[in-house]
């Protein structure tokens, strides 16, 4: 049982405190309006950022089925919405030389298909994946021309790495959008290894990383 001392120094505590707090009334009331302007700027900005994230383009390009260069490869959008595909470039990496072409148009393509079956051009709606052939028909126009010199084994033992870049456009955006892949090459007997180089596609955000992607247009036109 409290005695009563006790009780008396807690009633007058509660008297202390209530003067004090009738005494500071206006800072409280000020400190409490600046914790909820915080609450409400740090919710604004999560949401903002949130936001952002899905007006982003995001494309993903991934290695399917196959062994080697045989091996397909896939372009997945996993932006909100639709993507249309403008155009494929490939960068061949040989010890002498880096070498960056167009791979839009299929070029095995049987002449009397249809022209939407003769290139990698296209929408791409959201989720939507899409093969857009094997990597040694994407590198194949790139390699005839480091080939020029050399026998097309040779140039073909020579690589490196290729990488895969999908430029094309999304909603709003004034500039092009993009994604790029590298995927390490290398000999093993005599058979081409190819794996991704990178776990992660590396989308191409950057406004003046996305100028450059004008240039890529320009020479696939």
């Known amino acids: 049982m409290p005695t009563r001392s006790t009780t008396a120094r807690f009633d007058r505590f509660e008297e202390d405190a209530l ?10 009331t000020a400190l409490t309006g600046v914790g909820t302007l915080l609450v409400w700027v740090i919710y604004l900005q999560v949401f903002v950022s949130s936001y952002r994230r ?3 383009a995001t494309l993903l390009i991934t290695r399917g089925p196959g062994e080697g260069l045989a091996a397909r490869c896939f372009v997945t959008n996993m932006s909100a919405g639709p993507v249309y595909v403008q155009s494929v470039m490939v960068t061949l990496e040989a010890p002498q030389r880096t070498l960056v072409m ?9 002449r009397d298909a249809h022209a939407l079956q003769r290139t ?14 094997s990597f040694d028909h994407l590198i194949a126009p790139a390699l005839r ?6 026998e097309a084994r040779e140039a073909l033992e020579a690589l490196e790495g290729v990488t895969i870049t999908v430029v094309g456009a999304y909603g709003s955006e004034d500039l092009p959008i993009g994604a790029r892949r590298r995927f390490a090459l290398a000999m093993s007997g005599d058979k081409v290894q190819l794996h991704g180089a990178t ?23």
């Open 199 to 221: 776990i992660e596609t590396e989308q191409i955000r950057k406004r003046r990383e996305r100028r450059t992607l004008l240039g890529d247009l320009r020479r696939d036109q």
């Open 19 to 28: 003067q004090w707090i009738s005494d500071h009334s206006q800072l409280i």
């Open 102 to 110: 167009p791979a839009t148009e299929i070029h095995d393509a049987e």
């Open 54 to 56: 899905q007006l982003r």
């Open 145 to 150: 021309e480091i080939g020029d010199r050399v």
């Open 120 to 133: 990698r051009q296209g929408p791409l709606q959201p989720a939507q994946i899409r093969d857009i052939g």
